[in-house]
């Protein structure tokens, strides 16, 4: 019922054309485009691969932040808000599929057979990435939140991403332990003490893990870096932060 309701009060069509009978049709997928290069999130000094700079370093736990694109394109926008306000949850797998093909870049890896089927994405032995010791973890939300929404749209994101690469995925021992008011009205250092004390790790010790942590969007990177300095504080060697786009 409550699918059919959003069917009716948003029509399935197009972002981009509005063809009817999908969200993004293959003519505009190509139109999301990615960022054009990877910079410190912290002073925007372009670099290869993301990381903060040496002058920022100190000043985040996380590693680094990995942005796939703009959200001034305005389908990309679209989908975000779709999935994240309109609740639109099916959309969570054209995002997915976009940050993959954008991670894909990151960490050079290639696909095999049709170029299309992201499902057949290989790492193909970047430094950076042990299929064996990488692990994707979505931002969570509070079980109150969620239970308003009806589903985690950075689960489903780090779902897609986690099965098109291989890699493995924990989806439930970062939690959240504080109902917080949403980010997106405050600014920086209302967003750093608002998130403040919000997450916790109830898994085993992350020792020597690298670990994606997967959102939709971006802003400051205060919620990311409050989630990877408890990883680290739980044992996490690396933690770097995945998006869809930088708000």
Request: net charge positive; aromatic share 10%; with cysteine.
């Amino acid at each position: 019922m409550r699918d059919f309701i959003l069917d009716l009060i948003f029509p399935i069509e197009c972002l981009g054309c509005g063809q009817e009978g999908t969200w993004l049709c293959l003519k505009c997928i190509k139109k999301l485009n990615f960022k054009p290069f990877n910079s410190c999130f912290s002073c925007k000094r372009k670099n290869f691969f993301g990381e903060f700079c040496p002058n920022c370093r100190s000043n985040f736990y996380l590693d680094g932040i990995w942005i796939a694109g703009d959200y001034d394109n305005p389908i990309l926008s679209e989908l975000i808000k779709k999935l994240k306000y309109h609740f639109v949850e099916n959309i969570a797998a054209i995002l997915g599929d976009f940050i993959s093909r954008y991670l894909q870049t990151v960490i050079k890896c290639e696909m095999v057979g049709v170029k299309s089927n992201l499902n057949n994405l290989k790492i193909t032995g970047h430094p950076f990435i042990d299929k064996n010791n990488t692990l994707i973890i979505p931002i969570p939300l509070h079980k109150k939140r969620k239970r308003w929404r009806g589903f985690n749209q950075a689960q489903n994101l780090a779902e897609v991403i986690a099965s098109n690469f291989g890699l493995m995925k924990d989806v439930k021992n970062l939690i959240r332990i504080k109902n917080n008011k949403p980010q997106v009205s405050l600014k920086e250092k209302e967003r750093q003490k608002n998130i403040f004390g919000c997450f916790a790790w109830q898994g085993q010790n992350l020792k020597g893990q690298t670990i994606i942590l997967v959102d939709d969007i971006t802003t400051t990177g205060s919620t990311l870096n409050e989630c990877a300095k408890i990883l680290k504080a739980s044992g996490a060697q690396e933690v770097w932060g995945l998006v869809a786009a930088k708000g």
